[in-house]
């Protein structure tokens, strides 16, 4: 049973528009949420993350929105650039203890010139 | 960088064989976990471990075994290597409950 999903294995984004990401989840117990971008043969990195006490947080050109009513996370890229061309992970961590972290099935991002 | 290294980085073994994966921290973080990523299931943990000598199961820990007697070290075990166990393993560190981790390049087997 997959308690966090991406829906979207892949998304295609011109360069400099926005780029969304999106995943859903379905335990309420949730309470902290992360996205990671992964690049080919590397490690995946963290990128950013939000507090269940929080509907949004930012960082530079990187956005995540959490709608709890809906168990929905989103992560907005603007503008969207070449080196922002990776799989992204968005992870879920607070049941059976804080340090697991559930991931999702990663959406490939590109973005075209 | 929190200073992660696995090795092998690659291995190709047979059926019935043993393996073990090493992961190697120099940044003295507590916590310490074993992550395997496959198509279609992103990735998934199979071990973690929080001290030394501490350690408990993920959610798909049935094949494999894991070690930690130094806090820089934490060997993941597969005691007789299946086909099903071809995949790429992720050592990562981590040093609070946020769960906010650090991730080594990962370590490719493949089993035939």
């Known amino acids: 049973d997959q308690q966090v999903k991406q829906n979207s294995p892949s998304l295609s984004v011109q360069e400099g528009r926005i780029s969304i990401l999106n995943c859903d989840y379905t335990?309420?117990?949730?309470?902290?949420f992360l996205w990671y971008k992964k690049y080919p043969a590397e490690g995946p990195t963290f990128l950013i993350s939000i507090s269940s006490i929080k509907d949004k947080n930012e960082d530079g050109r990187f956005t995540v929105f959490l709608n709890k009513s809906a168990k929905h996370l989103s992560l907005h890229i603007v503008p969207s650039q070449p080196g922002d061309s990776a799989v992204y992970f968005c992870?879920?961590?607070?049941?059976?203890?804080?340090?697991?972290?559930?991931f999702g099935q990663g959406t490939r991002l590109t973005i075209n010139p | 960088d929190a200073g992660i290294t696995q090795s092998p980085r690659h291995k190709v073994t047979e059926t019935g064989t043993p393996v073990t994966l090493r992961c190697h921290q120099t940044?003295?973080?507590?916590?310490m976990y074993w992550y395997r990523q496959d198509p279609g299931h992103g990735l998934r943990l199979i071990h973690y471990?929080?001290?030394?000598?501490?350690?408990d199961k993920g959610e798909v820990s049935d094949g494999y075994s894991v070690s930690r007697s130094k806090t820089e070290d934490f060997l993941l075990t597969l005691e007789s290597a299946t086909s099903s166990q071809t995949s790429v393993y992720f050592c990562a560190t981590g040093t609070t409950n946020t769960g906010e981790l650090f991730f080594g390049e990962g370590s490719r087997l493949t089993v035939l």
């Open positions: 335990n309420s117990m949730f309470d902290y």
């Open positions: 940044e003295n973080h507590r916590y």
């Open positions: 471990s929080y001290g030394v000598k501490d350690t």
């Open positions: 992870a879920a961590s607070g049941v059976q203890g804080a340090q697991k972290l559930v």
